[in-house]
């Protein structure tokens, strides 16, 4: 199978007309800035500039990306500057949801397991804490005054708390999360497909 | 407490000389040697813009306080659980979030969609993995044994209290412990090694007080704040304490905290200097909420860092994040046990020529 069906994943690709007189040395020379961040090696050769970044730094602008080439080609209309970019960011973004789907799974053996035990556990609690609650303790005049509601009587609350104290870890927050890294992957590839062709256009453009 | 006293006379800045700084003599230390850092509440720069942002930004922290300490104190018992609370965490950070957006403290603590990714992969590890842990072998198992062995005819007299002295004294004590445990970090090795990676952050944003190595953020969540939970009002209270004060720790909004706010609770300001890239400055400012706790033990400093991180701001990666603690600590033992002959480095033996 071919490695661009799926490599689009987490390389970003892209191409922006030079002006007219402007040069592949001059080009390159307005994009230099780029790659003089901390934790960036690149090399240029005639028409392409290779690029590596190693823990770059969070100012980056370009910190999404681990590297990449960069290269001016002649087309019909003119010079064109061709970039193929990788970024390890957004792979890991698009497998994470498969990671916290996994943890969802976990979480479900591991509540199978521990439902015995906890419930046993649970009873246990309920007898000791049934020695005082709250609700024994009359309500300070101070809040009393102020008007918070008064405690709930036992029995409910003692249900309550087994449950608070002896939850099972549930499997939800790990779906949940899943579904936020999906979404969080869709709006990065976007985004960032636009922040850096945006960039790159600013830095051959601007004055 | 010594900082506050020499402040007014000293520079307003560290100052580069060379490739050497100054420093700013605050006590007995000099702090900023390495890095720059700002010393002083006068030093620190306001909330730009006109006089609705500015009221907004001064009076935003204390309505938030207030008002989510009404809100637990008369909420009726049916929607006084810890679900709401969870609720209205997520709440509060998506509008801090908003906030970061509006009114930035740094344009370099930005955030970006690549911090704020491995942010949330953070957040997502504590609420998922880090909660099966736990149930094993973290909080939740010791706060069950204490429970199960405590004297509770002695506990009347705190049930009898006041709900928001309860709170307090809850989230003190809560904050106390945690002070010593992250003071601890910062001055014994072992402690430190698994502390070390949240230093490396380069920026605070809202949800970077999540990132670190698991290793740390399990030993944090062993402070026993669920021990209280037999007490669900005084425990929510105590929880929106946490929310309304300890969030501003990471967060990249420019406040202008009221002089009394910043001087009993920790503001962005202690905890970006804790976070500097100066070494001394980290030593100061351990406290997750009450800063008049630094202050009585003499490790509070007023100021603030915007270059933050260790190793000049090196960002490390999540892996070296998840395996930096074990590496580093096994490079230590083996320079400190390795036999004199592999530390002195001469060659034991010449190759034949």
Redesign the interface.
Known sequence: MNARFIDWIWHVRGSLALAPEQSSEEAFDRLDPLFRE??TSHERISDTLVFRKK?????DKM??FDGGVLQIEKGAAGRVLRYHLTSR?LL??FL?PLL?VG??Q??MV?TKL?KPSSEA?GK??DA??A????AD??M?P??KA????A??KPGK?GA??VK???K??SST??YV?AA??AT?YV??RI??DRLVRRLFRKRLLGA | MTPRRDIGQLPVETRYRGDKMDGIRVGKRVIGTQAPVIVGWENIPRVEGGPVKRFVFTWFQPTMLFALLAFW?????SI???STAIGIGIGVKVLLLGLEWVNPRYE?WRL???????D??Y??LG???L??ID?YIGS?VM??AI??SFH??K??WF?????LVQAFLISFIFDFGQYWMHRGMHNWYPLWLPHSVHHYI??LNINKGAVGNPVELFLIGLAIG?FF?????AALLAGAFGLAIGTYQHINVRFNSPRWWRFLFNTTEHHSLHHSQDYEATRSNYAGAYIFIDRIFGTCIDGEAELLGMEG??????REQMTYPFTEGWKTVRVRYARPALTTGEPTMVAAE
């Open positions: 901390t934790g823990d770059q730094a969070a100012q910190s999404i960011a890991f973004c994470a916290f943890i969802a976990l979480t591991v521990q556990a246990a609690a000791k804490k020695a005082i609650k709250a303790v009359p300070n101070i809040d102020l008007g918070a509601p405690p709930e609350k309550d708390e608070g104290r002896n099972k870890p927050p790990a999360f936020i890294f969080l709006a990065g985004l960032e | 104190f008369y909420a009726p018992n006084a659980k810890a370099s970006t969609w690549k911090e704020l990714a491995t949330l992969f957040v997502g609420y998922t993995l909660r099966i149930s939740d706060v069950e429970q199960r509770w005819d506990f009347r049930m009898g209290l006041p709900l380069t920026q669920g939970d037999f007490l669900p009002r701001g090196r960002r490390m990666s999540i």
